[in-house]
């Protein structure tokens, strides 16, 4: 009897290893076994159980039993909770790696620019038409924010990302002011972003900016008139080609040809080459400037010059009809 007994628990110790060894083989089956081969977008909202997570997968053709997927998530470090986000799932991952990005929240980052010259107007429509934002914005204030790019995640509110625009610009803003001459005719920072956002509309090449501020901060200097059209063509909302007559004699508060001195907020959002077009101010005699047809000025000391400059520019127009 006694050698029966012993028989028997030898029999089920063998019986426990095989069931054990196979147990792994099927769980180290399971855990590797590519299960995606292409790649792959997916969405997973809050509170979406792991049953519809399956599911969702399946009809992205990546089948997974439940069985399988159960017995997986118990071979992770820590508790296996999948986070809401969106997910770029790359080819060739197994079971495993799918609920390792599902587990640490490796989500999609997602960006948003705001391009130099553009207005709050701009800003605001794009932002609204963003997807991936979230929240409302009221009216937007002129030049406040930089331009560049920013990055964030799915749902990230605008307001938040309004915050981070307004501190970049106001950084920058901050930097160049400190670097200001001692005997700067621009009187705080706010008259610094105005001038930097007429800059940013009249030139988007650094050199050519650099000699756009000399001759607005000559004219300032010697009391003269800005004459811009940019912000002519701002305050009328307006192209700057469909400037009239009518509108130079205007009393918009944005008619820099009748008004001496600089318009009463920025208009538009200047970028670094504007605003550092200011940082170390450029020492000419230029008093103006006209486009030269090709996206660049010239730029003359004397109105004579400037006049034939005009004709140039004319020319140049009359020869791309």
Known sequence: LRLSL???LVLLFVLFLSLLASTYIYLDLITNKVVVFDKTYYLLNKNTSQKQIISELSK????????????????????????????????????????KILQTGKTLTRNFTLIEGSTAIDLKNNLLKNPYLTGEIKELEEGIYKPDTYFFKLGYPRSKLLNQMKTAQEKLLNSVWKE?????VLKNKNELLILASIIQKE????DDSKLVASVFINRLNNKMKLQSDVTLAYGFKVNGKNITRKMLKSTNPYNTYKFHGLPPTPISYPGENALNALKFIKKTDYIYFVSDGNGRHRFSKTYSLHKKNIKLWKDSINKDK
């Open 203 to 206: 030139s988007g090449y650094i």
């Open 6 to 8: 012993k028989k028997k």
């Open 180 to 184: 200001k001459p001692k005997d700067f």
């Open 60 to 99: 992205k053709n990546i089948n997974i039993s439940y069985i399988n997927w159960k017995l997986v998530s118990l071979s992770h470090k820590k508790p296996f909770i999948p986070k809401a986000g969106e997910y770029l799932i790359p080819k060739n991952l197994t079971l495993f790696q799918i609920q």
